[in-house]
């Protein structure tokens, strides 16, 4: 039987892969340039950020530090300090201050680390959910933006733990969507619940997950609703731990009533800006001062909102994009107050829009014009974005003294006088004494290294119109009465104070008769428009100049009293 002879036909002709912007930046080399790049930027951020570990506390600082110096005597948390904040970020300050002293410097040198590793966090999640470029430009301009003086980038706020803790959510579920383990995403909820345990704003990153976890499955798995339900019961049990935990914590020590009244209900009475005019007022003294800084990246990343429709990236990529960048914007903006600060939670989505940018742009040029054939192009791209930043903000990043520095980002503060005070505090009372001040300056309390003698460390919330202003005001008076403090600061500083019109001035009122009868000056920090502040103690206090703007009035005591 004859074989059958294979019918003769023409060769297909070859079609090669159609590219998409993962292939932008080139083939694998022999050189990681992306890694190398990596520790280069993390290197010159870490240099930046230790030149200005000095720099003083703010007020939300002083808070996160004294806290955290309670949570280390083995205060349970709302004991003897309320805030409406959840205890997270505090307890970062206390291992960073377990770890390298109980100092601002100290607190601000485990920022480098925190910091450093979060930018590597980013780069390993959006290597792996992107391309390695995306992963670096993402880290790169975190890094460099989120130490920026216009963002508060030299202190230790809550908004960059909610970073860290999101960046390695981020990783696990990268993770997830490579191997399908039930335990990634279930680290990933653990993680944004711990994001949310450093402020409650970081609840839109947690409808983030939510929602795009629910989207991976559904059209990327094509898992069965008891599939999708299994997965979100390992997230949701992840995300909903820590806040357990907290709770469990201040129930067995007696505090959760005080818990409940703090991040409940009057955090629930907390209210947002309301008029479209107040929310534009926030938004422009806190975002335009940002712009000559920053307009080479705040262009290129919003204009990549629409470049995503026109990219080859996969559906799953751009919805990536599209959603975390809308979830961090919602951070940024709850209660529409716009801090410095706030917009820390929206840079790595700033990033991760300018790598998508640069990899367009290149793609285009590439197609249109057959010039840029070095497949490192978007690397000299980005490497051009780093250096202007950099030379943009040479005078902060290289020169300004961490006083200075102080004084620019909190001008009519006594952030710098906070630390003199203090250790004129120190000299002059045994380790058991007791401090109160009246105002919002806790960062006293943590230099000081001294128990508050009120658990009120803000006066924001007593001389807000809230209905629970007169309780609090009756509740510090009896505590002050009660424990009588060695020492009163009174703070006679409008940022101290934010007094709304309308609201009770039973504690003023008090105050000025209390501290007349039982203390005694013995120290004005007097603040000018056109000096500064200027500090007195003792005999000095006869050489004060006449009508400061603000001070601060340093009250001892009186003997027998």
């Known amino acids: 039987m004859d074989k059958k002879k294979p019918s003769k036909q023409l060769p297909k002709k070859a079609v090669p892969p159609k590219k ?91 920022m ?51 970073c860290f803790y999101s960046s390695i959510g981020l990783v696990f579920l990268s993770g997830f969507m490579k191997a399908g383990k039930p335990l990634k995403v279930f680290l990933f909820g653990l993680m944004l619940g711990m994001a949310f345990l450093m402020k409650q704003q970081a609840i839109f990153l947690i409808l983030f997950g939510a929602i795009f976890l629910f989207l991976y499955l559904k059209t990327e798995k094509k898992q069965s609703l008891p599939q999708i339900i299994k997965n979100f019961l390992f997230f949701g049990s992840g995300v909903s731990i820590p806040y357990i935990i907290v709770v469990l914590i201040v129930t067995l020590a007696g505090q959760f009533n005080v818990f409940w009244l703090w991040t409940i209900k009057y955090a629930s009475t907390y209210e947002s800006v309301k008029s479209f005019d107040m929310i534009m007022l926030y938004f422009n003294s806190t975002f335009v001062p940002t712009w000559p800084l920053f307009y080479y990246i705040w262009v290129p990343a919003l204009a990549s909102i629409l470049i995503l429709f026109w990219s080859p990236y996969t559906r799953l990529q751009k919805l990536f994009a599209l959603l975390y960048f809308i979830a961090s914007f919602c951070a940024v903006s709850s209660g529409f107050y716009f801090r410095p600060h706030y917009f820390i939670v929206v840079l790595p989505a700033i990033g991760l829009l300018t790598g998508i940018f640069i990899e367009f742009a290149v793609a285009q040029i590439k197609q249109r014009m057959h010039i840029l054939k070095s497949p490192n192009t978007a690397i000299a791209i980005l490497s051009a974005i780093v250096l202007f930043t950099i030379y943009t903000n040479r005078l902060y990043f290289f020169n300004y003294t961490p006083k200075t520095v102080c004084s620019l980002a909190y001008w009519g503060n006594p952030f710098n006088e906070a630390q003199e005070i203090a250790k004129y505090i120190k000299d002059n009372t045994s380790d058991t004494a007791k401090i109160v001040i009246l105002g919002s300056e806790p960062e006293i309390c943590f230099y000081a290294d001294r128990l508050s003698a009120s658990g009120y460390l803000y006066t924001y919330p007593l001389v807000e119109n809230q209905p629970y202003n007169e309780l609090m005001q ?88």
């Open 20 to 110: 998409s912007l993962k292939d932008a930046t080139g083939p694998p080399s022999r050189f990681d340039y992306y890694l190398i790049f990596l520790w280069i930027i993390i290197a010159v951020v870490s240099i930046i950020r230790y030149r200005l570990i000095s720099v003083p506390f703010e007020r939300d600082e002083g808070e996160y530090g004294y806290i955290g110096s309670l949570f280390l005597h083995g205060i349970a948390p709302f004991k003897d300090a309320y805030s409406m904040k959840l205890p997270g970020t505090s307890f970062m300050y206390a291992v960073l201050i377990l770890i390298f002293g109980h100092t601002n410097s100290g607190v601000h040198l485990g």
């Open 112 to 162: 480098v680390f925190v910091n450093a590793t979060t930018m590597y966090l980013l780069f390993t999640a959006f290597k792996k959910i992107f391309n390695p470029f995306i992963g670096l430009s993402t880290a790169s301009i975190y890094g460099l933006m989120a130490i920026a003086i216009v963002f508060d980038g030299f202190a230790a706020h809550a908004t960059q733990f909610i």
């Open 474 to 561: 009756e509740q510090m008076i009896k505590e002050i009465e009660q424990n009588k403090p060695a020492f009163a600061i009174f703070c006679n500083v409008t940022f101290s104070w934010l007094s709304q019109r309308g609201s009770p001035t039973t504690l003023i009122d008090w105050a000025n008769t209390y501290l007349t009868k039982y203390y005694v000056p013995v120290g004005f920090s007097d603040f000018f428009m056109n000096r500064g502040w200027q500090t007195y103690w003792n005999d000095d206090v006869k050489n004060r100049l006449d009508h400061p703007e603000s001070s601060v009035i340093i009250l001892k005591r009186k003997t027998g009293e």
